[in-house]
């Protein structure tokens, strides 16, 4: 999966609120993307080394306290970005995706004499 | 059959098997090379273990008792191993990256430069793949081939090199930077612990070149084999060689030399990963997973060969070392062996190595010597001849040296070859028959002994007196004849016997004693009187007389010289019983006596099986008893209190033109005060009886003739009374049986 898209994914799914890594997992699960637990802590990680996000302990009654993540305002203005762009792209791919007129045959420009 | 063991983990006790734990650990070592660049690199593992750590708690919660391999292995799965990252993570993302504002553009950087692609290569020393300073792991890396390969060709350099690689060694050392380097080899060479006989080298090249375990083994051992096979035919055909060759051939040197390289070199196979490196095979969850599970297979399997391998002896002493000497590596080296315990591993090793040789050295020089012994002894037919009697005792002999001895080699050999071989039976057939041979060859030779001692457990004497010419001119010379007798030189045991040893011509029809001894004695009357005494020892004293009565010992007489032989001849059928002649020679007072230096020739010795009545078993003449002191090339005169030196009494006459200048020192006569011991030479026979006596003796013997130099034949060899010795020492060894 790209970067930039799975990146999007885990903000948006974030921007609802606070989010635990795991239950980033199983939203994405349910919406029918599947991606390893193990690539999330580092895409995590470094989104939070940018300032992207924001995370506080708490205390889980099963194991060590939890880390839950929360979207910083610049992690939401570049939220706001990732969003336009990606409706940019989704858009430019559902047109040409959706358009059905088949292109003019260049091959026909220059019918034989 | 798993070990479970407690790990401190996020702050909670987790019980978890041992083997899951390795994959566990094996698992966040991957992670932690795989971030290696990454700047968070400490909090994402943090979080992926604290994720694992409830999971783990989640799962102890319901009803595990433990976490099983499965358990993380289904985590691991979940999670993703860096390979399946790097698929999803890699991926090309040019897109992304030319479609983005400002602030994503930055964002992109900063995740791009922390994938960054390989750097240029450069040259380091490994920190975290070393022995000593992580010069050859860094060196392997660069290179990117085995660093025990790298390892092998410096220790190579070393030892060929006259330490030229030591010293390139340090150079680079102090050189190169150090820097935690990831192992980029899908296949290295370990030890296998699972399957050794010294330190699982031979086993690690193996699994290496997927060969079966008994090829390097058996090339290993080679020179070994044929050395000890070759050595024990040359013992038995030709002549005692105790050197182990095994070492000192040039071929078997170096393949030893290479086997202890490689045990330094090789790191062991400890992790379920290792043991995957080691065969080459690529290491993910699947093969893990089968490697554990043969692994458990493998064990099922050890377990019931378990009780079998208890009644390995030999392996089970050397395993108790290898464990006493992990627990001490252990003990010393509490880091793990990958940081820096390679000094303390090295010196580990070659300390094992050193005890191994030395221990191995003394054992195969022991069995030679005792082989060696009893060939000569029994095997050769000279000697067995001489001291056997009858069939049974011979039969004995035979059994001894063939079961006692003959045995233990070739069981020896059998278990070396089946352990190079592999082969390990259930039944122990083989070993009970072995054993209860040896235990037939042990009393055999006891036997034998007991029966040889019985042959001199009673000694008888036969006396002679035979009639002396008076020479005129008052003086007797005592000679060893001139060689009248023909003697027959063979280089028997590498030492001339006709010199050295108690008898000087050994044959298949008869041997040369000389064993006599010149005693003088004062004169009841006016006349020289000699008389012969013929000693022998048997097993009665009818028979001992009868031995001793076969001593053939005929002196001849010239005016004033008294010659007497070279020695005496006994006969296979007569037997060695250890015949003596005493030659007691009575001599008037007032009259001259004087004992040529040739008859330091004779090698008188004694052996005494009775320990309930030390000294001589038989009717001692009190005036035998009573000789007096005497050196060689002396002249003595006989006087009312003892012999006393010509000169000295000229000198106390007033008559100063004594005979010839003689060396004062180290003659004392008996009765004088201020004798010392050391300087004279005892003539008791009472206190030379024993065998300890003997050998007093044969040291002051020599100690006497390297004083008395002014003899008149000094070409005579007389400083070499070791061979008596030697035969003497062996002899009261025998007698302590």
Same mark, same amino acid.
């Not at chain 1, 559902?94 to 091959?107: G, M, Q, R, V, W």
């Not at chain 2, 005890?355 to 002894?377: K, Q, R, Y």
């Not at chain 2, 007797?476 to 030492?495: H, N, T």
């Not at chain 2, 003899?711 to 003497?728: F, H, I, P, S, W």
């Given at each position: 999966?790209?970067?930039?898209?799975?990146?999007?994914?885990?903000?948006?799914?974030?921007?609802?609120?606070?989010?635990?890594?795991?239950?980033?997992?199983?939203?994405?699960?349910?919406?029918?993307?599947?991606?390893?637990?193990?690539?999330?802590?580092?895409?995590?990680?470094?989104?939070?080394?940018?300032?992207?996000?924001?995370?506080?302990?708490?205390?889980?009654?099963?194991?060590?306290?939890? #880390?839950?993540?929360?979207?910083?305002?610049?992690?939401?203005?570049?939220?706001?970005?990732?969003?336009?762009?990606?409706?940019?792209?989704?858009?430019?791919?559902?047109?040409?995706?959706?358009?059905?007129?088949?292109?003019?045959?260049?091959?026909?420009?220059?019918?034989?004499? | 059959?798993?070990?479970?063991?407690?790990?401190?983990?996020?702050?909670?006790?987790?019980?978890?098997?041992?083997?899951?734990?390795?994959?566990?650990?094996?698992?966040?070592?991957?992670?932690?090379?795989?971030?290696?660049?990454?700047?968070?690199?400490?909090?994402?593992?943090?979080?992926?273990?604290?994720?694992?750590?409830?999971?783990?708690?989640?799962?102890?919660?319901?009803?595990?008792?433990?976490?099983?391999?499965?358990?993380?292995?289904?985590?691991?799965?979940?999670?993703?191993?860096?390979?399946?990252?790097?698929?999803?993570?890699?991926?090309?993302?040019?897109?992304?990256?030319?479609?983005?504002?400002?602030?994503?553009?930055?964002?992109?950087?900063?995740?791009?430069?922390?994938?960054?692609?390989?750097?240029?290569?450069?040259?380091?020393?490994?920190?975290?793949?070393?022995?000593?300073?992580?010069?050859?792991?860094?060196?392997?890396?660069?290179?990117?081939?085995?660093?025990?390969?790298?390892?092998?060709?410096?220790?190579?350099?070393?030892?060929?090199?006259?330490?030229?690689?030591?010293?390139?060694?340090?150079?680079?050392?102090?050189?190169?930077?150090?820097?935690?380097?990831?192992?980029?080899?899908?296949?290295?060479?370990?030890?296998?612990?699972?399957?050794?006989?010294?330190?699982?080298?031979?086993?690690?090249?193996?699994?290496?070149?997927?060969?079966?375990?008994?090829?390097?083994?058996?090339?290993?051992?080679?020179?070994?084999?044929?050395?000890?096979?070759?050595?024990?035919?040359?013992?038995?055909?030709?002549?005692?060689?105790?050197?182990?060759?095994?070492?000192?051939?040039?071929?078997?040197?170096?393949?030893?030399?290479?086997?202890?390289?490689?045990?330094?070199?090789?790191?062991?196979?400890?992790?379920?990963?290792?043991?995957?490196?080691?065969?080459?095979?690529?290491?993910?969850?699947?093969?893990?997973?089968?490697?554990?599970?043969?692994?458990?297979?493998?064990?099922?399997?050890?377990?019931?060969?378990?009780?079998?391998?208890?009644?390995?002896?030999?392996?089970?002493?050397?395993?108790?070392?290898?464990?006493?000497?992990?627990?001490?590596?252990?003990?010393?080296?509490?880091?793990?062996?990958?940081?820096?315990?390679?000094?303390?591993?090295?010196?580990?090793?070659?300390? #094992?190595?050193?005890?191994?040789?030395?221990?191995?050295?003394?054992?195969?020089?022991?069995?030679?010597?005792?082989?060696?012994?009893?060939?000569?002894?029994?095997?050769?037919?000279?000697?067995?001849?001489?001291?056997?009697?009858?069939?049974?005792?011979?039969?004995?002999?035979?059994?001894?040296?063939?079961?006692?001895?003959?045995?233990?080699?070739?069981?020896?050999?059998?278990?070396?070859?089946?352990?190079?071989?592999?082969?390990?039976?259930?039944?122990?057939?083989?070993?009970?028959?072995?054993?209860?041979?040896?235990?037939?060859?042990?009393?055999?030779?006891?036997?034998?002994?007991?029966?040889?001692?019985?042959?001199?457990?009673?000694?008888?004497?036969?006396?002679?007196?035979?009639?002396?010419?008076?020479?005129?001119?008052?003086?007797?010379?005592?000679?060893?004849?001139?060689?009248?007798?023909?003697?027959?030189?063979?280089?028997?045991?590498?030492?001339?016997?006709?010199?050295?040893?108690?008898?000087?011509?050994?044959?298949?029809?008869?041997?040369?004693?000389?064993?006599?001894?010149? $005693?003088?004695?004062?004169?009841?009357?006016?006349?020289?009187?000699?008389?012969?005494?013929?000693?022998?020892?048997?097993? $009665?004293?009818?028979?001992?007389?009868?031995?001793?009565?076969?001593?053939?010992?005929?002196?001849?007489?010239?005016?004033?010289?008294?010659?007497?032989?070279?020695?005496?001849?006994?006969?296979?059928?007569?037997?060695?019983?250890?015949?003596?002649?005493?030659?007691?020679?009575?001599?008037?007072?007032?009259?001259?006596?004087?004992?040529?230096?040739?008859?330091?020739?004779?090698?008188?010795?004694?052996?005494?099986?009775?320990?309930?009545?030390?000294?001589?078993?038989?009717?001692?003449?009190?005036?035998?008893?009573?000789?007096?002191?005497?050196?060689?090339?002396?002249?003595?005169?006989?006087?009312?209190?003892?012999?006393?030196?010509?000169?000295?009494?000229?000198?106390?006459?007033?008559?100063?033109?004594?005979?010839?200048?003689?060396?004062?020192?180290?003659?004392?006569?008996?009765?004088?005060?201020?004798?010392?011991?050391?300087?004279? #030479?005892?003539?008791?026979?009472?206190?030379?009886?024993?065998?300890?006596?003997?050998?007093?003796?044969?040291?002051?013997?020599?100690?006497?003739?390297?004083?008395?130099?002014?003899?008149?034949?000094?070409?005579?060899?007389?400083?070499?009374?070791?061979?008596?010795?030697?035969?003497?020492?062996?002899?009261?060894?025998?007698?302590?049986?």
């Amino acid at each position: 999966m790209r970067k930039g898209i799975l990146e999007f994914c885990i903000l948006s799914i974030i921007r609802r609120g606070e989010a635990y890594p795991s239950d980033i997992v199983e939203e994405m699960k349910t919406a029918n993307l599947h991606i390893l637990e193990g690539t999330l802590y580092p895409l995590l990680t470094r989104l939070k080394n940018a300032d992207m996000l924001t995370y506080r302990w708490v205390e889980s009654n099963s194991g060590p306290p939890r #880390k839950y993540f929360s979207l910083t305002e610049k992690g939401q203005s570049f939220f706001k970005e990732l969003e336009a762009t990606w409706n940019e792209l989704a858009n430019a791919v559902h047109t040409l995706a959706n358009k059905t007129e088949s292109i003019p045959d260049s091959t026909n420009q220059n019918p034989s004499f | 059959m798993k070990k479970i063991i407690n790990i401190n983990f996020h702050g909670r006790v987790v019980p978890i098997e041992e083997t899951a734990y390795d994959i566990l650990k094996q698992y966040v070592e991957s992670l932690r090379k795989y971030f290696d660049k990454e700047e968070g690199r400490d909090e994402i593992i943090n979080d992926i273990e604290s994720r694992f750590a409830e999971l783990f708690s989640e799962r102890l919660k319901k009803d595990a008792t433990c976490i099983t391999d499965e358990d993380v292995n289904a985590i691991i799965l979940s999670m993703g191993r860096p390979e399946d990252f790097e698929r999803e993570e890699m991926a090309p993302n040019g897109g992304s990256s030319s479609a983005g504002s400002s602030s994503k553009g930055s964002y992109q950087q900063t995740s791009q430069e922390s994938y960054a692609a390989e750097e240029p290569r450069r040259l380091y020393r490994s920190e975290n793949d070393r022995l000593l300073g992580g010069v050859c792991g860094g060196l392997a890396n660069y290179l990117r081939i085995d660093p025990a390969i790298m390892r092998i060709l410096f220790a190579l350099v070393t030892f060929g090199g006259f330490g030229s690689g030591l010293l390139i060694y340090l150079i680079l050392w102090m050189v190169l930077p150090s820097k935690p380097l990831a192992v980029n080899m899908r296949k290295r060479l370990y030890r296998n612990p699972d399957n050794r006989v010294l330190g699982g080298v031979a086993s690690g090249l193996a699994a290496y070149f997927h060969i079966d375990v008994w090829i390097p083994r058996l090339i290993f051992a080679f020179p070994l084999l044929v050395s000890l096979i070759t050595s024990i035919f040359h013992n038995i055909w030709f002549e005692f060689d105790p050197r182990p060759v095994f070492i000192t051939g040039g071929f078997g040197f170096t393949l030893f030399l290479a086997y202890i390289i490689l045990w330094i070199v090789l790191p062991e196979a400890v992790t379920a990963s290792e043991k995957l490196e080691m065969r080459g095979e690529k290491v993910d969850l699947e093969s893990i997973k089968n490697k554990v599970k043969s692994g458990m297979e493998e064990f099922k399997t050890k377990a019931d060969q378990f009780s079998s391998e208890v009644k390995d002896r030999v392996q089970h002493i050397g395993y108790e070392a290898k464990q006493a000497g992990q627990a001490f590596a252990a003990e010393a080296i509490p880091a793990a062996r990958r940081t820096g315990s390679g000094i303390g591993h090295a010196i580990g090793v070659l300390f #094992k190595a050193f005890f191994l040789f030395i221990a191995g050295s003394i054992a195969f020089a022991l069995i030679m010597v005792l082989i060696g012994l009893l060939m000569s002894g029994i095997g050769t037919p000279p000697f067995r001849s001489y001291l056997l009697t009858g069939f049974w005792e011979n039969m004995l002999a035979w059994l001894s040296l063939v079961l006692f001895l003959g045995v233990p080699a070739i069981a020896l050999l059998t278990w070396l070859i089946r352990r190079i071989i592999g082969i390990r039976s259930r039944n122990h057939y083989l070993g009970y028959v072995f054993g209860s041979l040896w235990v037939i060859g042990l009393f055999s030779f006891l036997t034998m002994v007991g029966m040889m001692v019985s042959n001199f457990r009673t000694m008888a004497s036969v006396e002679d007196e035979t009639s002396l010419v008076q020479p005129a001119s008052g003086k007797l010379i005592v000679k060893v004849a001139p060689e009248k007798v023909s003697y027959y030189g063979s280089d028997f045991f590498g030492f001339n016997w006709n010199e050295d040893g108690p008898f000087y011509s050994l044959r298949e029809d008869s041997v040369m004693m000389t064993t006599v001894r010149v $005693n003088l004695v004062k004169s009841p009357d006016s006349a020289y009187h000699m008389n012969l005494v013929k000693f022998s020892r048997a097993s $009665n004293p009818a028979l001992a007389k009868e031995m001793a009565s076969r001593i053939k010992f005929f002196t001849r007489q010239f005016d004033s010289i008294l010659y007497l032989p070279r020695g005496f001849a006994i006969t296979p059928e007569e037997k060695f019983r250890n015949q003596q002649v005493l030659v007691i020679v009575e001599v008037p007072v007032g009259k001259r006596i004087m004992v040529d230096g040739s008859v330091e020739d004779y090698h008188f010795f004694s052996i005494d099986v009775n320990r309930r009545h030390r000294g001589w078993n038989v009717n001692w003449n009190d005036e035998w008893d009573g000789s007096l002191q005497w050196s060689s090339n002396v002249e003595y005169v006989m006087t009312s209190s003892g012999l006393e030196r010509t000169e000295r009494r000229a000198e106390r006459d007033g008559d100063k033109s004594g005979e010839e200048p003689k060396s004062s020192e180290g003659y004392r006569y008996k009765g004088h005060p201020d004798s010392s011991v050391q300087k004279n #030479k005892n003539r008791k026979i009472s206190e030379s009886s024993g065998g300890e006596g003997m050998i007093h003796e044969a040291v002051m013997i020599r100690n006497e003739k390297n004083m008395v130099s002014t003899g008149a034949d000094t070409n005579r060899e007389t400083d070499n009374d070791q061979g008596a010795g030697m035969l003497v020492g062996l002899l009261s060894l025998l007698e302590k049986f």
